[in-house]
Each structure stands twice: as structure tokens, then as C-alpha cells.
């Protein structure tokens, strides 16, 4: 009962699941009932690389397996970065300006795009959004440099390996050195605390003037 029909096209999640569920010696049935699913749902997610889960599916699956989330994702795989096969019918869409902005106050790292002497460089950064801005913490004289740009970038994106799939976030605009005490003071509840060390105190603002973004999603086969 727990094996693939043919035809199926079990992705690279669905056969971890399957093979984790296996190792344990566990049904169906049984994982489903400690995981709050349905088990009809998780057989077919055994069977089809198309089927999808919330993240908080996954977490109650992950524990029910007696795992994690990110070994399900294969995030533990060693396999050479890039180098992942795509999955069948892949589609690169564009995201729209309220998925970029989700995908900006959801996250913390990003990395800071702009202008030098030997030309582009990229600098991660942890960050806050204030207002729509987007905050960060550097050295005087990297201020100095972000102010000088007329544009600045600043990008951050996810990949999963394992399932082929990934988004990315560009935002552009201009860097502002924020002197205002006022300003200061309430950014200071934000809590941004540079990583890089605590003589990166001079707090700048990049306004986003373009906001942009693409996501690989994976459909499922046509009937």
C-alpha cells in the first residue's frame, strides 16, 4: 500500500519523507495521525513532487519523523552548490511589489550593493525595515561611500538545493546617513545590532525607489 503507483513523480522531499518514514518502520496512517494530517494527503505527497506543504505542516511531519525540517528540505545533502538537477515544468515569475516587500520584513541579512574603485561590490549586512527603508549599521567611512552613490542596491534571496527552487529580492534607491537624534532614538528600539563589530555605529537608510523580484516555482505536469 506504501509504494509508489506507476506514473508517479515523487520529488526529492517526497522520497526523504517516504524513505525517513520507511527507516522507522512507520505507517501511513500512523505518521499522518501524529503529523494532524490527513492520510490520504500524505500519500499522495509521498507519490508527487507537484504536492506542497505549509511550514507548519512540515514542522508537525518533521517531528512525527522523528527529524527536521531542514533534513526533509535535503538541507544536509552534500551535493556541490548549483549543481542540483531542475525539476520538471520550472517557471520564472515576477513577484509583485507587495511579495518583495514580504520577502524584505521577513528576513534579516542581506547584502548591500554598490559602487567602488575597482567597480561593483556586495557586502552582507543584517538589517531592520523602518517604515518601508531599509536600515543598517556601518562604519563612518562606509557611509560616507553609500552617500556618495546616486543609487545603491541591495539584494537578498533563499535557495533550496534540494528542490530546485528559490526567490530573490533587488531593491534600489538612495543611502541616507541618519544624524537626526530624534531618528536616532527611534530607531534605536529597533535593537539593529552590527555583526561586523561595534565600531559600525553610523546608522544609514536606503529609500527603495525600484522594487523587483523573481521566484522559480514548479507546476504541476499537464493532465
Known amino acids: 500500500m506504501d509504494d509508489a503507483p506507476q506514473g508517479a513523480d515523487p520529488g526529492d522531499m517526497s522520497r526523504r519523507v517516504l524513505r525517513r518514514r520507511q527507516q522507522l518502520g512507520k505507517s501511513v496512517d500512523e505518521v499522518a495521525a501524529q503529523a494532524g494530517m490527513d492520510p490520504s494527503y500524505l500519500r499522495y505527497f ?28 535535503g538541507a544536509l545533502v552534500e551535493r556541490p552548490q548549483g549543481r542540483a538537477q531542475r525539476r520538471p515544468n520550472p517557471e520564472l515569475r515576477e513577484l509583485t511589489g507587495g511579495q518583495c516587500e514580504a520577502h524584505l520584513e521577513a528576513d534579516a541579512v542581506g547584502r548591500i550593493v554598490f559602487m567602488s574603485g575597482r567597480g561593483p561590490v556586495a ?16 562604519t563612518v567611512a562606509g557611509a560616507d561611500a553609500l552617500e556618495n552613490q546616486e543609487t545603491v542596491g541591495f539584494q537578498l534571496d533563499r535557495i533550496d538545493e534540494a ?45 527603495p525607489t525600484e522594487l523587483t523580484g523573481r521566484v522559480i516555482v514548479h507546476e504541476a505536469s499537464p493532465e
Open 46 to 73: 509521498e507519490q508527487h513532487a507537484s504536492a506542497r506543504l505549509s511550514a507548519g505542516s512540515l514542522l508537525l511531519l518533521a517531528r512525527a519523523l522523528e527529524t527536521t525540517p531542514a533534513e526533509l528540505y
Open 123 to 138: 557586502h552582507p549586512v543584517n538589517y531592520v525595515i523602518s517604515d518601508g527603508d531599509i536600515v543598517i549599521s556601518t
Open 163 to 207: 528542490q530546485s527552487e528559490g526567490w530573490s529580492v533587488l531593491a534600489t534607491g538612495r543611502a541616507r546617513r541618519v544624524d537626526d537624534p530624534d531618528e536616532l532614538h527611534r530607531l534605536s528600539a529597533l535593537e539593529l545590532e552590527p555583526w561586523a563589530g561595534v565600531d559600525r555605529r553610523t546608522i544609514v537608510r536606503i529609500t
